[in-house]
């Protein structure tokens, strides 16, 4: 198969950088819709490397049919199959493309809840014990959502997706070096007056190891600390329901009030567990090429002058060991022409209308990043 040379490009960045594979390694391809041609470049370029690739290829409409008739004598055994395999893999890489993102929006909310507790086991090795990098493939549902042609879309996606990430290393470093030695955080900006602690937490830098596209620093709140309010000004997908103007109020770090454009659904799944209410990672994003929100968290959480406050599961190591099943990275953008916004850490402005503050941190904006890349 003759393949196009940037799927060529973008296979050897996940398989050589992301996941940086070394012989005799395996790892899992867990391929959503995608086209063959990209698959059969990850393939190729993990046995150049003397990897062991192994594909899974999932359907969405079958996904969602599964779903709909979820019951617990099904899915444990499956879910034990999974962490079987998991636990054998030493790298991870999915694709997923699937053209339609509301397919299991009629899933009714009790057998996603369902799935998504038997599933969870191997979600949390993958996290845990292997390299693993997630991206979505272009489709054209993607380029309606981002308000794009087909054409001008998957051109941005290559773009974007063979970043070299390795520009963004010194810029991140610096904001890690901040971040581990901050304790109070104060964010503001329309609808927003936001204040939590993230002492003795610590942060972890993101530059294409987990995610492409990538950039962004994470780290999470202590549990309690959080009081005050946000609101979201980027719209969101998430269990296959869309979301807008999204609004949470908290209380010694528990969300007690929840509105949006369907305040029912929302608080339905921040009712999942009890962690739900609690929020699990605050990130800020940075990457130079993603400008506007298209209802894929993949690429919106990493939107140059964004932050995201996720409520839901920690990750281990940079966590405070809050627990859900469910973790929904909810983003707010500020640059000025969303409303503008600033973070303070310690009393020091940090970052105001998306745009880093202090010197240190000057090689995170667009203007320096872009023009690495001119």
């Known amino acids: 198969m003759i393949i196009d040379p940037r799927i060529t490009q973008l296979a050897e960045g996940l398989i050589g950088f992301s996941t940086d594979l070394k012989k005799g390694e395996r790892v899992l391809i867990d391929a959503f819709d995608v086209p ?139 904001l ?36 492409i596209p990538d950039g962004e620093v994470f780290s999470c709140p202590v549990k309690d600390s959080v009081v005050g309010y946000v609101q979201y000004n980027a719209p969101t997908v998430y269990l296959g329901t869309s979301f807008d103007s999204i609004r949470l109020g908290f209380k010694q770090g528990k969300i007690v009030e929840a509105t949006s454009s369907n305040t029912k659904r929302l608080n339905e799944i921040l009712n999942s567990d009890a962690g739900a209410r609690y929020i699990g990672e605050f990130a800020i994003g940075f990457n130079p090429y993603i400008l506007e929100p298209m209802r894929d968290i993949l690429f919106d959480e990493k939107i140059a002058g964004s932050f995201h406050f996720t409520p839901g599961q920690a990750y281990d190591g940079v966590g405070n060991g809050n627990k859900s099943q ?37 090689k995170l904006n667009p203007a320096y990043l872009l023009s690495k890349v001119a």
């Open 176 to 211: 890690k070096k901040l971040m581990d030695a901050t304790d109070r955080v104060h964010i503001k900006g329309p609808g927003t007056d936001l204040r939590f602690s993230i002492k003795g937490i610590g942060s972890q830098p993101c530059g294409g190891q987990r995610n």
């Open 326 to 362: 469910v973790h929904w990275d909810m983003v707010c953008i500020q640059r000025p022409e969303y409303g503008g916004g600033e973070i303070w850490f310690d009393d020091v402005l940090i970052r105001k209308d998306g745009l880093f503050v202090p010197k240190s941190l000057h």
């Open 36 to 174: 063959d041609s990209v698959i059969i470049a990850l393939i190729r370029s993990a046995r150049k490397r003397g990897a062991h690739p192994f594909v899974q290829n999932h359907r969405a409409r079958i996904t969602r049919e599964l779903a709909l008739g979820a019951e617990e004598a099904q899915f444990a055994p499956h879910a034990d199959v999974e962490l079987a395999r998991m636990q054998k893999m030493d790298a991870y890489i999915a694709l997923r493309g699937a053209d339609n993102i509301f397919e299991g929006s009629d899933v009714p909310a009790e057998k996603v809840q369902l799935v998504s507790r038997l599933m969870k086991p191997v979600l949390d090795h993958r996290v845990g014990k292997t390299k693993w990098v997630v991206l979505r493939w272009p489709t054209s549902s993607m380029a309606q959502q981002a308000g794009m042609s087909t054409e001008a879309f998957e051109e941005f996606y290559l773009r974007v997706c063979t970043l070299d990430y390795s520009l963004l290393t010194p810029g991140m470093a610096a």
